[in-house]
């Protein structure tokens, strides 16, 4: 049975270094940020790189030593995409929410206990935040894509994570239980949730969820910008306008999941 456990363990760790080389991608993670990040010894991170290396799951750039992923997960994603791949149907709300509000728009998707970004397009407004990117991941919670998924959960659900989940250390005071709650309130009343530059100072963000088949939030369109362009009224226009287009993607993945049915 310890053997088992043991090997259970390795590939928990194996998985949770993926993810972290994931979200450093395309510049790649040093060992040593990857282990902390992963919450492991520096020589357990490196020999489970190493091992995944070996199967041509990561891959370690010669000259600067960083991670990044490898060819492998190129091929198993082609595979799975013909079953899991939402970021087609998704793309074009991306593209219209950037092309109507000028602003960066995304589409994350929940994985875990985290959201991450599956699709960013930036809109013709000069100024961007660069908060979100393609592989960054958040907990839920943190950042609007998390906070709206959070926020149409079912109210047992976010009371346990809220229980099981110190978002406080990494994140600040305005992560506290109580004001989480608060946001998910307004969230909840408005049909989207807003984050007033709590990650980065003067970097806004504003989100609507996208359900799955089932009517659970799996996902969610977001946009961010500067905190001038998310003043009143337009917050409330940007709002809708997410909303219309996540409404719409819901139903579209929602047939998508349907059809493969």
């Known amino acids: 049975m310890a053997k088992k456990g043991s090997g ?9 270094l993926l993810r972290v080389v994931s979200g450093a991608m395309p510049n790649g993670v040093t060992t040593s940020d990857a282990a902390r990040q992963s919450d492991m010894a520096r020589p357990t991170a490196h020999r489970i ?3 995944l290396a070996a199967e041509g799951f990561c891959d370690q750039d010669a000259k600067s ?3 990044l992923l490898g060819p492998e997960l190129f091929l198993l994603g082609n595979i799975a995409g013909a079953r899991y791949d939402v970021t087609e149907t998704a793309q074009k709300h991306v593209h219209a929410l950037a092309q109507q509000t000028e602003e960066s728009a995304f589409f994350s998707t929940l994985r ?12 013709a407004f000069p100024i961007r935040s660069f908060v979100l990117y393609e ?8 950042a609007s894509a998390g906070l709206a998924i959070l926020a149409f959960m079912p109210q047992r659900q976010v009371e346990d994570y809220l229980a099981e989940h110190d978002l406080i250390a990494e994140h600040s005071a305005a992560h506290s239980p109580a ?9 909840r009343h408005k049909g989207y949730v807003t984050n007033p530059g709590l990650i980065v100072e003067g970097s806004w963000g504003i989100a609507a969820p996208v359900f799955d ?29 997410l909303m ?18």
Do not use: M, Y
Not at 179 to 187: L, V, W, Y
């Open 112 to 123: 875990g206990n985290e959201t991450v970004c599956l699709v960013r397009e930036d809109g």
């Open 8 to 16: 259970v363990q390795v590939l928990s760790r194996a998985a949770a």
């Open 213 to 241: 088949v089932t009517g659970f939030p799996a996902g969610a369109l977001s946009l961010t910008g500067i905190e001038q362009r998310f003043k009143q009224p337009r917050r409330d226009e940007i709002g809708k306008l």
């Open 179 to 187: 004001s989480i709650r608060e946001r998910i309130a307004d969230g």
């Open 244 to 261: 219309h287009h996540a409404h719409e993607l819901s139903q579209a993945l929602q047939q998508q999941a349907w059809n493969q049915r």
């Open 49 to 51: 790189l190493d091992s």
């Open 65 to 67: 030593g960083r991670w």
């Open 135 to 142: 592989g960054r991941r958040f907990p839920l919670g943190v």
